[in-house]
């Protein structure tokens, strides 16, 4: 997993802002801690070979879909979604996934899957709500939103729901 991730990363560099990139991008620690938050990771194996993983934290109320990563010689063949589709086929949940808003081929790949773009201001909620990120990263991220989570949002502007009882 610890090699995948750090593998798949390297696309990041030269992309993400320069002060969020490391080398390696999650360290044995970081990952380790992950997992103690309950981040569970889910691979995929191709002839005995792991080829890409990705994680599903329980919210409570959402769930999210967390570091998904495919080796670089692997990307592009199917394996991100086929582990994208089981993963959303394991919760009831809305779910929201959180990305670099630089990370356009993730952007894509998220969108391809019926994801779409939270606004900035929901973003910056979401994010300081249901993840634990450093701030710098809130500014410098995405949130993309599948329908359930999109139709669970009441809408804003004139309407607005009332209690006719009260
Ligand atoms: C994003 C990622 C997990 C997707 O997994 P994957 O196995 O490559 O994706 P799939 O083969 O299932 O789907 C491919 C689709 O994703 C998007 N995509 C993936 N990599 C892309 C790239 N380098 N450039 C443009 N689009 C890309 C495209 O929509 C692509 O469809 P296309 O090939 O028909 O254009 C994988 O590419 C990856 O690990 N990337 C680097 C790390 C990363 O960005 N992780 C996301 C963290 S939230």
């Known amino acids: 997993m610890y090699d995948i991730i750090n593998d798949a990363a390297t696309a990041y560099r030269g992309v993400i802002p320069a002060d969020r990139w490391r080398n ?21 194996e191709e002839n005995g ?32 979604a086929s582990l994208l589709s089981m993963l959303l086929g394991q919760t009831d949940n809305p ?3 959180g ?14 899957h019926g994801f779409h773009t939270v606004s900035p201001e929901e973003k ?7 993840w634990k990120i450093p701030e710098r990263q809130v500014e410098t991220s995405v949130v993309l939103a599948d329908k359930k989570y999109r139709n669970s949002v009441p809408h804003t502007g004139n309407s607005a729901f009332r209690n006719i009882h009260a």
Request: glycine content about 10%; hydrophobic content about 40%; charged content about 30%.
């Open 99 to 112: 990305t670099w808003a630089d990370a356009f081929w993730a952007v894509k790949f998220y969108e391809k």
């Open 49 to 80: 070979l792991l080829t890409g993983v990705m994680g599903i934290q329980d919210r409570g109320d959402v769930t999210l879909i967390r570091h998904a990563y495919v080796a670089t010689e692997h990307q592009r063949k199917g394996v991100g």
């Open 124 to 130: 910056d909620r979401l994010l300081r709500r249901y």
């Open 95 to 97: 779910v929201l996934i």
């Open 24 to 44: 390696p991008y999650m360290s044995r620690e970081e990952l380790d801690h992950e997992i103690r938050d309950g981040i569970i990771f889910w691979g995929y």
